[in-house]
Nanobody, 123 residues
Framework: QVQLVESGGGLVQAGGSLRLSCAAS????????MGWFRQAPGKEREFVAA????????KYADSVKGRFTISRDNAKVTVYLQMNSLKAEDTAVYSC????????????????WGQGTQVTVSS
């Protein structure tokens, strides 16, 4: 059982930056991949970014490419999402999740989820 705890959300002005963190504990293996998803009010949860723990390979949604960067700290078993040039449309609850395999955008393959952290971008 993997436990995930997110932090780092908040209120920021458009054009600003935030860094989200997701700390994993429990039965976490290096072959796993960790992803970030977000859900805005009235919308479906959507894929943001993912990273494979062992290879470091990454995948990004087109809407965040060039603005967001996902990274990991092996020692802390923590994944980060650096978000720059934030826009009002980035406002959402951001959740991290774990899948036992390569990076994927398919949320149904992620078995473990954190509680989420709110990101609000004011325009």
């Amino acid at each position: 059982q993997v436990q995930l705890v997110e932090s780092g959300g908040g209120l920021v002005q458009a054009g600003g930056s935030l860094r989200l963190s997701c700390a994993a504990s429990g039965g976490f293996y290096s072959t796993y991949s960790m992803g970030w998803f977000r859900q805005a009010p009235g919308k479906e949860r959507e894929f943001v970014a993912a990273i494979n723990w062992s290879s470091g390979s990454t995948k990004y949604a087109d809407s965040v490419k060039g603005r967001f960067t996902i990274s990991r700290d092996n020692a802390k078993v923590t994944v980060y999402l650096q978000m720059n040039s934030l826009k009002a449309e980035d406002t959402a609850v951001y959740s991290c999740a774990v899948t036992a395999g390569p990076v994927t955008t398919m949320r149904g393959t992620y078995a473990y989820w954190g509680q989420g952290t709110q990101v609000t971008v004011s325009s």
